[in-house]
C-alpha cells in the first residue's frame, strides 16, 4: 500500500514528458492514475496499460483537447473524483512578438493556462464535497523570470502562478491545497523539439547549444529530470506539505537564482 492508495490523479499532457514521469512516480506511491493527451492512438492505451501492470494500480487513457474549455470540464467530470489534479498539458513557440502567429498565442494562452482554470473548476466541487485535494499546476521558470522571443509560453506561466496563488487562497480554509512547480529545462519532447532550429540558427552542434543555449541560465549546467518533479508533486501530495499552498517550488539548477 503506496501514501497515495486510494486516491485519483489526473494528470494532463500525460503521454510523455513530464506529465508521464510524474503520472509514473503517482503510480509508485498507489494513486490510481488518469493519462490524458489529445491523441487517439493505441500507444496512449498501452501506456495507461503498463503503469497499471507496472504499479498494480487502475489506470486509464482519456483523449481531450484541453484547447477547448469544454473538453477540458468533460475530461475531468469522465476521470470520476480526482483527488490529485496535475495540470501539466504545454506547448511552445518560439517567435518576435512582432511576428508571433495570433494562432499560436490563442494555442499557448489556451493550454498552457486556461486549461488549468477549467480543469480546476470543474475538480474543486467534488476536493471540498470528499474535504481534500491537492493541486499541482505545473509552471516554469518561465513563470517567475522572462526569455525574449517566448511571449505567450512566458505569459501563460506568469498566469499559472496567478492562478494558483488565488486558487490557494479560495481553498485555504480546507485540507486543499495549490502550489506551482517551476522547472528548468528538462530534456523532453518539447525541449528536444527546440534543438535542430537552434543549432541552425547559431551553426553549432548539438552538445554546444544544449550547455551555451539551452544550460546558459541554469547554473547547475544539467538538465532536471521527470522523475525530480514527479516526486516533488508526490512531496506536494504528503501530509508534509499540508502547510504549503500559494507557492512555487523551483526546479532549476539556480537558474532563478541568478
Ligand atoms: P511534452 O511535449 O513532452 O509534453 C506535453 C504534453 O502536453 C504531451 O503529453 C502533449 O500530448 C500534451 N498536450 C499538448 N497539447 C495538448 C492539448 N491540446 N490537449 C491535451 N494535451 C496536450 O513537453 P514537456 O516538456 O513534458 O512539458 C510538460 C509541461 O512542462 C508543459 O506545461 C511545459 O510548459 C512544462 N515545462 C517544461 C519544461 C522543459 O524543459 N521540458 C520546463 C518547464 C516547464
Keep these: 500500500m503506496g501514501t497515495l492508495s486510494g486516491k ?52 486509464r487513457y482519456l483523449k481531450a483537447d484541453l484547447q477547448n474549455p469544454d473538453e477540458c470540464r468533460a475530461l475531468v467530470a469522465e476521470a470520476g473524483n480526482v483527488d490529485i489534479l496535475v495540470n501539466n498539458a504545454g506547448i511552445q513557440h518560439v517567435a518576435a512578438i512582432e511576428e508571433f502567429p495570433t494562432d499560436k498565442w490563442n494555442a499557448i494562452i489556451a493550454i498552457n493556462l486556461s486549461s488549468a482554470f477549467h480543469t480546476t473548476a470543474a475538480a474543486l466541487p467534488g476536493m471540498y464535497a470528499r474535504g481534500w485535494g491537492r493541486i499541482i499546476n505545473i509552471a516554469s521558470a518561465h513563470g517567475l523570470t522572462a526569455s525574449p522571443y517566448k511571449s505567450a509560453y512566458v505569459a501563460a506561466k506568469h498566469g499559472v502562478v496567478g492562478l494558483t496563488k488565488t486558487t490557494a487562497l479560495e481553498t485555504a480554509e480546507v485540507d486543499i491545497t495549490c502550489n506551482a512547480i517551476c522547472p528548468g529545462y528538462v530534456l523532453t519532447p518539447l525541449v528536444e523539439a527546440q534543438i535542430p532550429d537552434t543549432m541552425a540558427k547559431y551553426e553549432m552542434d548539438r552538445e554546444t547549444v544544449v550547455r551555451e543555449v539551452l544550460l546558459e541560465r541554469q547554473p547547475s549546467k544539467q538538465f532536471a529530470t521527470t522523475e525530480q518533479i514527479g516526486q516533488t508533486t508526490v512531496f506536494l501530495c504528503s501530509d508534509a506539505a499540508k502547510q504549503i499552498t500559494g507557492t512555487t517550488i523551483s526546479i532549476d539548477g539556480g537558474w532563478t537564482a541568478l
Excluded: C, K, M
Excluded at 508521464?20 to 493527451?37: P, T
Excluded at 491523441?39 to 494500480?57: K, L
Design 8 to 59: 485519483l490523479a489526473l494528470v494532463t499532457g500525460s503521454n510523455s514528458g513530464i506529465g508521464l514521469g510524474v503520472a509514473r512516480e503517482l503510480a509508485a506511491q498507489g494513486a490510481d492514475i488518469v493519462i490524458n493527451s489529445f491523441t487517439d492512438r493505441p500507444e496512449d492505451d498501452q501506456i495507461a496499460h503498463d503503469i497499471s501492470n507496472e504499479y498494480n494500480v487502475f489506470a
